[in-house]
């Protein structure tokens, strides 16, 4: 037993000998991959789908990490993601115009082992977890008619003169459960003076995330003249929400066929996998 606990501390004090600690911090840009249909952009004349991902945009990371010898290391990276916007629809009628987008802002952790190919070209794979964050939706809405089943606009229905419509805008954030991932990463390390380095990488992420519940943070509708002169401030309002929205939602795997909850509404799995490029600086820590 002894010698066991000797030869365990001698390995520790090997590693911890020739071990480097390190910090490095990043940012980078990423595209879609693994991409699904979000939404539709509607002309008169042609529906066109729209695809994406909501891992696509810029990515800042902090990472540290540990190299117990010349090849083998673990690191531990906590990042942010600045998504880009995705159509979710978009409409171009001439009495409607509709647009809505939707992106991430998410945290993330990605524990990884690193591999040192040689002292200049490096591997690192690991687990991509989601800590946090939403996806926002942003949505403008300009409608001239109030009642499509009868043609009745807007300027009808309020008693306005010709050309008034309704201008809605309002932001609705959407939560996911904890997803697990992949992340994978080759990198081109270029040493300076001293213990820095700075680093180039090709990055893959792949990871979905399925949706928790919704919640309408922002919410409001005014009738506005031709001129642009609001006529009505404020029909509708978070606290006063139209037919046919509820301030918050949750997403369930089923549901029944005669569900008049409209607050229940059937889980999605949505994609945050991207390809990247990351640049950055690295300090490694003189060894002991």
């Given amino acids: 037993m002894k010698k066991n606990l000797l030869l365990l501390f001698a390995f ?75 159509t979710i629809q978009k409409v171009s009628f001439p009495s409607r115009e509709l647009n809505a987008i939707a992106r991430a802002r998410a945290f993330g952790f990605t524990p990884s082992v690193v591999y040192k190919f040689t002292n200049k070209i490096y591997g690192r794979f690991g687990a991509l977890i989601k800590l946090g964050g939403k996806t926002e939706a942003v949505v403008y809405d300009k409608n001239y008619i109030a009642d499509e089943a009868s043609g009745t606009t807007i300027s009808q229905a309020f008693g306005l003169p010709a050309g008034a419509f ?27 003076k001293n213990n820095l380095s700075l680093f180039l990488e090709a990055e893959y992420m792949g990871v979905s995330v ?24 404020g029909l509708y309002s978070l606290d006063n929400l139209p037919p046919g929205y509820v301030k918050n939602s949750i997403y369930v795997d089923k549901l029944s066929n005669t569900n008049t909850d409209p607050s229940k509404k059937l889980a999605e799995r949505v994609p945050y996998s991207s390809f990247g490029i990351n640049f950055g600086i690295t300090y490694t820590f003189s060894k002991k």
């Fill in 210 to 233: 399925k949706r928790k519940d919704s919640e309408i943070k922002k919410f409001n509708t005014d009738v506005v003249l031709a001129s642009g002169t609001v006529a009505v401030s």
């Fill in 166 to 192: 309704t201008e809605t805008n309002y932001i609705e954030d959407y939560h996911g459960k904890l997803p697990l991932g992949f992340v994978g990463a080759f990198g081109f390390k270029h040493q300076m």
């Fill in 12 to 86: 520790c004090t090997i590693n911890l000998t020739f071990g480097q600690y390190y910090v490095s911090s990043s940012i980078g840009q990423a595209i879609g991959s693994a991409e699904v249909k979000f939404g539709e952009v509607i002309t008169v004349s042609e529906s066109e789908s729209s695809y994406g991902s909501y891992g696509e945009g810029t990515n800042f990371q902090i990472r540290t990490g540990y190299f117990f010898n010349d090849t083998f290391g673990v690191d531990f990276g906590f990042g942010y993601l600045h998504g880009a916007d995705q």
